[in-house]
T-cell receptor
Framework: GESVGLHLPTLSVQEGDNSIINCAYS??????FIWYKQESGKGPQFIID?????DKRQGQRVTVLLNKTVKHLSLQIAATQPGDSAVYFC????????????FGTGTQLKVEL | DADVTQTPRNRITKTGKRIMLECSQT?????MYWYRQDPGLGLRLIYY???????NKGEISDGYSVSRQAQAKFSLSLESAIPNQTALYFC???????????FGDGTRLSIL
């Protein structure tokens, strides 16, 4: 989700549980969405993307759901592992803007053993 | 992997200095981007380039300039650094289709 100021929203989950990270996007005309994972000291790493003509897309242990009615995107991580601990953020691509992405501020996922 | 390499990884410098951050890629992508990341804010686009002869301003280009020396190289310059340019800087690339963008591991820049 979006955050204000310096503090990221934090989601704490137990190892082995499923995680759901949410994101609200701003433009109902956006036609492409993407999730990134960012570990401390590293650059954003692509996880999964989805186009606006789809509602759901699955990858390895991850699923992205798109609800265009309420402009909401979610990332589900199955069987969360310690290595999943990171900041996750979404981005949207608005039509007519080339390849420019608008990024959210991110959610900190903490996996507890 | 080191498909997108940024140098230096860390840099501390003084106000008024000229600084160049470099990015090189081995992905063979046409499109390259420079972003900055500040605490509590999403990545913001500084400049982007769709090929060697194409340079475009992003949302926060003031105080920055870029050079696309080759398909594989895209550098970002701060002509006269100021403290509020202290941030993490990321380079990204994408192919002609544009999606997804792949990022380097960033340069942490501190301006005193």
């Amino acid at each position: 989700g979006e955050s204000v100021g310096l503090h990221l929203p934090t989601l704490s989950v137990q190892e082995g549980d499923n995680s759901i990270i949410n994101c609200a996007y701003s433009n109902s005309a956006s036609d492409y969405f993407i999730w990134y994972k960012q570990e401390s000291g590293k650059g954003p790493q692509f996880i999964i993307d989805i186009r606006s003509n789809m509602d759901k897309r699955q990858g390895q242990r991850v699923t992205v759901l798109l609800n265009k009615t309420v402009k909401h995107l979610s990332l589900q991580i199955a069987a969360t592992q310690p290595g999943d601990s990171a900041v996750y953020f979404c981005a949207e691509k608005k039509p007519g803007g080339g390849n420019k992405l608008t990024f959210g501020t991110g959610t900190q996922l903490k996996v507890e053993l | 992997d080191a498909d997108v390499t940024q140098t230096p990884r860390n840099r501390i410098t003084k106000t008024g200095k000229r600084i160049m951050l470099e990015c090189s890629q081995t992905k063979g992508h046409d499109r390259m981007y420079w972003y900055r990341q500040d605490p509590g804010l999403g990545l913001r686009l500084i400049y982007y380039s769709f090929d060697v002869k194409d340079i475009n301003k992003g949302e926060i280009s003031d105080g920055y300039s870029v050079s696309r020396q080759a398909q594989a190289k895209f550098s970002l310059s701060l002509e006269s650094a100021i403290p509020n340019q202290t941030a993490l800087y990321f380079c990204a690339t994408s192919d002609f289709g544009g999606e997804p963008q792949h990022f380097g591991d960033g340069t942490r820049l501190s301006i005193l």
